[in-house]
């Protein structure tokens, strides 16, 4: 079982948004403000799509967003595009040296 | 650019030892701590452990105990050593990176992951 907690599955139709959660307790998500996320395309290295809570790398489009209230992270892709059907997922610093991850999202696009 | 770039046998016997290599190519192994992930089959990711280029470890609680995280910089790698492993050590393990110059805990470079199956 995973520290974060994360829907098994989300999906949305081309153009669409479509948002997917992290739920952690107050000893990492509500914690920190390192909350990140990942893309993971089956057979490809991952990517990194947010980073400290909000941010995003170089290269990640603006369609990818994402924020905290408490103890839960959330992602946003807007303008859903075939591309991002993957699967993706949180993490988030807990305190002593430790990272935790969720148990992953597969974003499916109709 | 850089590129990682793990290796190590994919099967490996109960109660024995799992080691893998991750070769960082294309830049200075100097600049980023070294995390090694895992994926067991159908599962989510678990963080194993970090590793900065002067060898400063921290290592996840729960495998601890059965965990070497080693660098090598003139040879641009990261070893990992799993001891005891079990069938629940089976899983895709990664290499990934976090910039020095930034906070340790989001990793900007990734390999693309070695499977490593324990089974007798």
């Known amino acids: 079982q995973s520290a974060l907690t994360q829907p098994p599955s989300a999906s949305g139709s081309p153009g669409q948004s479509v948002t997917v959660s992290c739920t952690g307790t107050s000893s990492d998500v509500g914690a920190y403000n390192y909350v990140s996320w990942y893309q993971l395309h089956p057979g490809k290295a991952p990517k990194l799509m947010i980073y400290e809570v909000s941010k995003r790398p170089s290269g990640v489009p603006d369609r990818f967003s994402a924020s905290k209230s408490g103890n839960t992270a959330s992602l946003t892709v807007s303008g859903l595009q075939a591309e991002d059907e993957a699967d993706y997922y949180c993490s988030s610093y807990a305190g002593s040296n430790n990272l935790v991850f969720g148990g992953g999202t597969k974003l499916t696009v109709l | 650019q850089v590129q990682l770039q793990e290796s190590g046998p994919g099967l490996v016997r109960p109660a024995e030892t799992l080691s893998l290599t991750c070769t960082v190519s294309?830049?200075?192994?100097?600049?980023?701590?070294w995390n090694w992930i895992r994926q067991p089959p159908g599962k989510g990711l678990e963080w194993i452990g970090q590793i900065s280029y002067t060898g400063t470890t921290i290592y996840n609680p729960s495998l601890q105990s059965r965990l070497t995280i080693s660098v090598d910089t003139s040879k641009n790698q990261v070893s990992l050593k799993l001891y005891s492993v079990a069938a629940a050590d089976t899983a895709v393990y990664f290499c990934?990176?976090?910039?020095?110059?930034?906070?340790?805990?989001?990793?900007?470079?990734w390999g693309r992951g070695t499977l490593a199956t324990v089974s007798s």
């Open positions: 990934a990176g976090a910039r020095v110059v930034a906070t340790p805990w989001h990793f900007d470079l």
């Open positions: 294309g830049g200075s192994i100097n600049s980023h701590f």
